[in-house]
């Protein structure tokens, strides 16, 4: 095995409870009386993409240029909320030093917004030095967004890394779709508000999990 791709945000660090936030305040500060609970949005998130999250949510009844705004305010607000409060998840940081010990290629794998992408690295730089990554992704790098499987197709043709000699980790059943389909073996690592069901095999222990994979592969 050469490569080990960190699929969604969630796959590095918990942010899901942030995000809900930032997008209700969002709704408040545009004059929206919406309030996604927190059995709205673990529903909603399952399939990645705020912006279309925002457009079903309103039922087509915004204009692109106000579901654009609504969503920069959420940008904004979960970069207020972000400060000082991530940290990776258990055994990321771990799976970062075995990939750097055993010169593996290692990429963060989004289709998320740039914006989102460096949030996300300037909150966690105490403790992911993200110069160790071969390649960074966002929405840009692909026209079609998870689960499709291109952003992984993109990645894998950047790196010149070979399918076969690849592990992907996702945090929902979706992104895990998204690597599958790209014939790329995938650890699922459910965040805390993914939805399953028991038959699903999961990772608890995430650096054990890559360690003994690579051991067998």
Not at 59 to 83: A, G
Request: net charge positive; charged share 30%.
């Amino acid at each position: 095995m050469t490569t080990i791709f960190f699929g969604s945000i969630g796959s590095i660090v918990e942010t899901s409870e942030i995000q809900r936030k930032a997008f209700n305040k969002a709704f408040q500060k545009f004059g929206l009386d919406w309030y996604w609970n927190v059995g709205n949005y673990i529903n909603m998130i399952q399939k990645p993409g705020g912006i279309k999250r925002i457009k079903k949510y309103s039922k087509s009844n915004l204009s692109k240029i106000e579901i654009m705004e609504i969503y920069n305010l959420k940008i904004k607000y979960f970069n207020e909320y972000c400060i000082k409060n991530l940290k990776p998840r258990s055994g990321v940081v771990d799976v970062i030093k075995f990939s750097k010990d055993n010169k593996i290629k290692i990429g963060f794998i989004t289709t998320t917004s740039k914006e989102t992408i460096d949030i996300i690295k300037n909150n966690l730089s105490k403790h992911i030095n993200f110069d160790k990554f071969d390649i960074i992704t966002y929405d840009k790098h692909s026209k079609r967004r998870k689960p499709y499987p291109d952003i992984y197709d993109y990645a894998i043709s950047e790196l010149k890394s070979k399918k076969s000699k690849t592990l992907a980790i996702e945090d929902t059943l979706s992104s895990v779709q998204s690597a599958r389909s790209a014939n790329i073996k995938t650890i699922f690592f459910p965040g805390e508000y993914a939805v399953y069901n028991n038959s699903e095999k999961v990772s608890s222990n995430i650096f054990e999990d890559v360690r003994n994979f690579f051991e067998k592969n």
